[in-house]
């Protein structure tokens, strides 16, 4: 696909897209190298919170912090 090329070659924009070399925003994981691992991740994730009940307090953290992050 062109944009996983285009992440490889030039790597990882920031939010406004002026950063396109460099070190990578993430801490862990390598955006190209490991796509297939963290949309697994992202799965389970969605999973395990649609799963949890309101009253499971880790699931409620998790879920409050991604709000935080997608918005």
């Known amino acids: ?3 996983e ?10 939010f406004f897209g002026t950063r396109q070399a460099g ?3 993430l801490r862990v994981g390598d955006p190209v190298r490991d796509l297939q691992l ?3 991740a992202r799965r389970e994730a969605e999973s395990w919170l649609g799963q949890a009940g309101e009253d499971d307090a880790y699931a409620a953290a998790a879920r409050a912090q991604w709000q935080r992050g997608s918005a």
């Open 23 to 25: 070190q990578p925003v």
């Open 38 to 40: 963290m949309q697994l």
């Open 1 to 3: 696909m062109i944009a």
């Open 5 to 14: 090329r285009d992440l490889e070659l030039r790597g990882p924009g920031d």
